[in-house]
Protein backbone atom coordinates (compact mmCIF):
# COMPACT_ATOMS: atom_id res chain seq x y z
CA UNK A 1 0.00 0.00 0.00
CA UNK A 2 0.66 3.95 -0.58
CA UNK A 3 2.08 5.48 2.62
CA UNK A 4 1.11 9.42 2.08
CA UNK A 5 2.90 12.41 4.23
CA UNK A 6 3.15 16.10 4.55
CA UNK A 7 -0.31 18.37 4.65
CA UNK A 8 -1.00 20.89 6.82
CA UNK A 9 -2.26 23.93 7.28
CA UNK A 10 -0.35 26.94 5.48
CA UNK A 11 -0.68 30.59 4.56
CA UNK A 12 -1.28 31.94 1.18
CA UNK A 13 2.36 31.77 -0.50
CA UNK A 14 4.00 29.53 2.11
CA UNK A 15 5.29 26.03 1.28
CA UNK A 16 4.57 22.04 1.82
CA UNK A 17 6.47 18.82 0.85
CA UNK A 18 4.34 16.19 0.42
CA UNK A 19 5.58 12.27 0.45
CA UNK A 20 4.40 9.19 -1.09
CA UNK A 21 6.22 6.06 -0.30
CA UNK A 22 5.44 2.76 -0.88
CA UNK A 23 5.30 -0.29 1.81
CA UNK A 24 5.27 -3.85 0.42
CA UNK A 25 6.23 -3.05 -3.63
CA UNK A 26 8.42 -1.57 -5.68
CA UNK A 27 7.29 1.86 -6.33
CA UNK A 28 10.04 2.53 -8.92
CA UNK A 29 8.21 0.24 -11.47
CA UNK A 30 4.95 2.49 -11.32
CA UNK A 31 3.87 6.26 -13.29
CA UNK A 32 3.17 8.27 -9.96
CA UNK A 33 0.86 10.88 -10.29
CA UNK A 34 -0.30 13.56 -7.49
CA UNK A 35 -4.00 14.13 -8.15
CA UNK A 36 -5.97 16.57 -5.80
CA UNK A 37 -9.63 17.16 -5.16
CA UNK A 38 -11.50 20.13 -3.93
CA UNK A 39 -15.01 20.18 -2.49
CA UNK A 40 -17.71 20.23 -5.50
CA UNK A 41 -14.30 19.29 -8.34
CA UNK A 42 -13.78 16.74 -10.13
CA UNK A 43 -10.07 15.00 -9.01
CA UNK A 44 -7.85 16.59 -11.06
CA UNK A 45 -3.88 15.56 -11.89
CA UNK A 46 -1.27 17.97 -10.63
CA UNK A 47 1.83 16.44 -11.72
CA UNK A 48 3.36 13.26 -12.73
CA UNK A 49 6.74 11.73 -12.74
CA UNK A 50 8.11 8.67 -15.07
CA UNK A 51 9.34 5.35 -13.76
CA UNK A 52 13.10 7.09 -14.38
CA UNK A 53 12.04 10.94 -13.60
CA UNK A 54 13.02 11.67 -17.14
CA UNK A 55 9.57 12.69 -17.84
CA UNK A 56 7.77 15.13 -15.75
CA UNK A 57 4.32 16.79 -16.52
CA UNK A 58 2.69 19.56 -14.75
CA UNK A 59 -0.85 21.24 -14.73
CA UNK A 60 -0.64 24.72 -15.83
CA UNK A 61 -2.54 25.99 -12.49
CA UNK A 62 0.97 24.95 -11.06
CA UNK A 63 3.61 25.38 -13.32
CA UNK A 64 6.73 27.39 -11.80
CA UNK A 65 5.47 26.72 -8.30
CA UNK A 66 5.27 23.26 -7.68
CA UNK A 67 8.09 20.58 -8.16
CA UNK A 68 7.86 16.54 -8.52
CA UNK A 69 10.69 14.33 -7.94
CA UNK A 70 11.47 11.05 -6.89
CA UNK A 71 14.03 8.77 -4.85
CA UNK A 72 13.99 5.27 -6.23
CA UNK A 73 16.55 4.21 -3.46
CA UNK A 74 13.91 5.11 -1.11
CA UNK A 75 11.18 4.18 -2.68
CA UNK A 76 9.63 7.86 -2.60
CA UNK A 77 8.13 10.60 -4.38
CA UNK A 78 8.13 13.93 -3.58
CA UNK A 79 5.88 17.12 -4.28
CA UNK A 80 7.26 20.31 -3.58
CA UNK A 81 4.76 22.94 -3.27
CA UNK A 82 6.06 26.26 -3.17
CA UNK A 83 4.00 30.14 -3.32
CA UNK A 84 0.84 28.40 -2.58
CA UNK A 85 -2.64 29.74 -3.46
CA UNK A 86 -6.13 29.38 -1.23
CA UNK A 87 -7.33 27.61 -4.76
CA UNK A 88 -4.61 25.14 -4.21
CA UNK A 89 -6.54 23.96 -1.07
CA UNK A 90 -7.74 20.32 -1.36
CA UNK A 91 -7.09 16.46 -0.68
CA UNK A 92 -4.07 14.81 -1.98
CA UNK A 93 -3.61 12.10 -3.93
CA UNK A 94 -0.52 10.23 -4.78
CA UNK A 95 -1.13 7.20 -7.39
CA UNK A 96 0.79 4.68 -9.44
CA UNK A 97 0.11 3.36 -12.90
CA UNK A 98 1.87 0.40 -14.48
CA UNK A 99 0.83 1.94 -18.23
CA UNK A 100 -0.23 5.01 -18.86
CA UNK A 101 -2.73 5.54 -22.04
CA UNK A 102 -2.42 8.99 -24.37
CA UNK A 103 -2.76 11.35 -20.91
CA UNK A 104 -1.01 11.31 -17.75
CA UNK A 105 -4.22 12.64 -15.90
CA UNK A 106 -6.61 10.40 -16.16
CA UNK A 107 -7.76 8.93 -12.99
CA UNK A 108 -8.95 5.52 -14.60
CA UNK A 109 -5.04 4.73 -15.54
CA UNK A 110 -3.82 4.64 -12.03
CA UNK A 111 -4.54 1.19 -10.19
CA UNK A 112 -2.88 1.96 -7.11
CA UNK A 113 -3.89 5.02 -4.88
CA UNK A 114 -2.46 6.68 -1.70
CA UNK A 115 -5.32 7.42 1.36
CA UNK A 116 -5.22 11.29 0.61
CA UNK A 117 -3.68 14.07 2.54
CA UNK A 118 -5.68 17.51 3.18
CA UNK A 119 -3.82 20.66 2.05
CA UNK A 120 -5.50 23.78 3.26
CA UNK A 121 -4.00 26.86 2.09
CA UNK A 122 -5.95 29.71 4.16
CA UNK A 123 -4.85 33.48 5.90
Known amino acids: HIVQSGGGLVQPGGSLRLSCAAA????????VTWFRQSPGKEREGVSR????????DYADSVKGRFTVTRDNVKNTVFLQMDHLKPEDTGVYYC??????????????????WGPGTQVTVSS
Open 24 to 31: EFALDYYE
Open 95 to 112: AGALILGSTWNSTLDYST
Open 49 to 56: ISTSGATI
